[in-house]
């Protein structure tokens, strides 16, 4: 046995699992929802769900819907538009969610945060709890950014990194077993762009896809984002797993501890 498939062993015992989908692994390059790749994510996170597993779903992607539903063919500049964007997109991308999970005989919830919300003790307590409420009543969290009050991230400041770092702050606050990362790349690739199975250093990884800090290797799909998310995510204890969301099995994969994706170990 490999040492990365020794590391992978706890995987299938984790219970609560945050999984965070970027907009890409989701979406056609209009923006428009791709039907078969949420019916693919869908279909694995009800498996799991039925399993036992406790699973919140962080989306991306209400912004490129509402583009697709109003015909815009670029994103918009303006913050005032890619809120409008959103305001569209959220209620379009919430029906398929609905849709497809309806399907599986299971019942969602939609939970929409800004960074207030994390600082605000009292919205943070109500969000928490109600978190909690819905897992109990065996409903899976569907989270996003509450883009169309809160300007931080389409504008780029104080960013979520495209929810990213929001997944991560949702792990602290459900103390969760385990933070999953989909992309649209295998893992965390070195300068030869080959996937990096397991990563027991943070510092030497942030070198590995940050050309600023290395000659080695390039951001791939917002890597950089994703790592300090990981690295949030591990502070809290819980470990991270980054792969490829187009991949057709690669949830299932992952908690059953195959050599899938890149595993960050968390901090015990």
């Known amino acids: ?30 923006g428009k929802p791709d039907a078969a790749s949420l019916r693919r994510l869908v279909s694995q996170i009800s498996k799991l769900h039925h399993q036992g597993y406790e699973i919140i779903l962080v989306s991306s992607g209400a912004v490129g819907a509402g583009m697709d539903a109003l015909g815009l063919k670029t994103r918009p500049s303006l913050v005032t538009d890619q809120q409008m964007c959103a ?10 969610y609905q849709g497809l999970f309806g399907k599986e005989g299971i019942t969602i919830g939609q939970l929409l945060l800004t960074h207030m919300d994390f ?11 109600t978190l909690e409420h819905l897992i109990r009543n065996n409903v899976i969290p569907i989270i996003n950014e509450n883009d169309v009050v809160a300007d931080e991230e389409v504008k780029a400041i104080s960013s979520f990194g495209d929810n990213d ?23 965390v690739l070195d300068a030869q762009e080959k996937r990096v199975p397991l990563i ?11 050309p600023a800090l290395s000659n080695g290797g390039l951001s791939k799909g917002g890597m950089d984002s994703k790592l ?3 690295q949030n995510a591990v502070k809290a204890g819980c470990s991270t797993v ?9 949830l299932t994969d992952i908690l ?11 901090a015990f």
């Open 1 to 30: 046995m490999k040492i990365e498939d020794r590391y992978r062993e706890f995987l299938p015992e984790a219970r609560r699992i945050v999984v965070k989908v970027g907009s890409r692994v989701i979406e056609q390059k209009t």
């Open 87 to 96: 305001a569209v997109g959220q209620a379009r991308l919430m029906a398929q």
């Open 119 to 129: 600082q605000h003790r009292l919205r943070l307590s109500n969000a928490k709890r």
């Open 165 to 187: 770092y929001l997944a991560s702050l949702v792990v602290k606050v459900t103390r969760a077993d385990v933070l999953v990362i989909l992309s649209t790349v295998d893992g």
């Open 200 to 210: 027991e250093d943070l510092k030497e990884a942030f070198r590995l896809v940050n």
């Open 228 to 230: 300090k998310a990981a």
């Open 242 to 250: 980054i792969a490829c969301g187009r991949s057709p099995h690669v």
């Open 256 to 266: 059953a501890g195959k050599d899938v994706g890149t595993l960050i170990l968390g």
